[in-house]
């Protein structure tokens, strides 16, 4: 094992919080002396079929204390899923159904081991142990906490505030999630910022019932595409794992600016004397932030592809966006013209998050087919072949028969 004080370096970069940093010491202290790993846990709730970019920043820090000799633990909330996490949800989330709680899960554990090592990482459900709580145990475990520690949440109190209804199992969610710390014996626990009420609540029930309490570790949240929000499926802006290497570069190249060195701290291996050297190029504009973005675009694609794939990615954007040449391989689709909408093939299709965004894309000009610019949308053609370019970088062709 590495000493501690590099173990903490490794440890400590990107991170945004630490609860607390002086237990982590003698975790590790411990672990470094008896040399036995410690057990990280994350926990994964199977309510979207895709893992994207964003997730990939807690992933990727697994992956470190993974080298470091640590034991890592991804629980799958196939019991907690049925729920579905309240987390920043101004109403109760739609449960799932079992089998698409199942087949999520599948979906997640093959993305996992794009970044995690498969033959050193443990995979457990919660239902392994959840689903065998007696009612008992239930009433013992929701007294751990209050409804008063509950409503300090802020979108629960939010909810309360406003008069929106809260539900009883949505309590049970952080409740469920802190069992899951005790289930395992859990030494760390690391989740994004906006996981801090649950994570923390793993960590109390640990001492209530008189377990070492884990240590918590926060990362940031990553911004998507937008610059604004968090990267998110829902909102469509975000970078899917599972997307090819020419729609990841070409994503990567629409961040806005202020995002590239979080970029490169939190979604590449470059090293930190290169971070600090985009930095200072950044500040005195001595390069061209495209030229920049190009280079961070093939670090992150890099880790996902083969190099082949990667140059085909790069030479495609400089095809399309350097020499304003349509992509060859953009996308066709064919459609039936007794039902055909444009618009409602284009989002479907993923080119724009949704309908409102093509109308406003319309109104400002930024829409054309077959090279003639629409800016009405009776002015969209319902027939023949149409080449669909949607700002300057997303293309698809489209034939109606």
Known sequence: MKSLEEQLKIIKRGTLDIINEEELVKKLEKSIAENKPLKIK?????????IHLGHTVVLRKLKQLQDLGHEIIIIIG????????PTGKSRMRKALTDEEVLQNAKTYEEQVFKILD?????????????????FEQVL?????????RMLEREDFRLRYENQRPIYLNEFFYPLMQAFDSTAIDA????????QRFNLLSGRNLQKEIGKEPQVVIMMPLIEGLDGKNKMSKSLGNYIGIYESAKS???KVMEIPDELIVKYYELLTDVSEAKIEEVKNKLQDQSINPRDIKMDLAKEIVSLYHTEEEVAQAEERFKMIFQMGQKPKDMETVTVNKDNFDLISTVVDKGLVSSKSEFRRLLIQGGVK????KIEKESELP???????QVGKKRFIKIIVS
């Open 118 to 134: 498969e033959e050193k990482t443990t995979i457990k459900f919660n239902s392994e142990w959840l689903s065998k709580l007696t």
């Open 42 to 50: 994350l926990g994964l709730d199977p309510s979207a079929p895709d």
């Open 382 to 388: 319902k027939e023949g072949e149409l080449v669909v």
């Open 248 to 250: 990841k570069y070409q």
């Open 140 to 148: 013992k475990l929701t007294a751990s906490t209050t409804v008063a």
């Open 78 to 85: 196939d019991f907690t899923g049925k729920i579905g996490d």
């Open 369 to 372: 087919v077959n090279d003639v």
């Open 187 to 194: 030494d760390i626990e690391f989740g994004g910022t906006d």
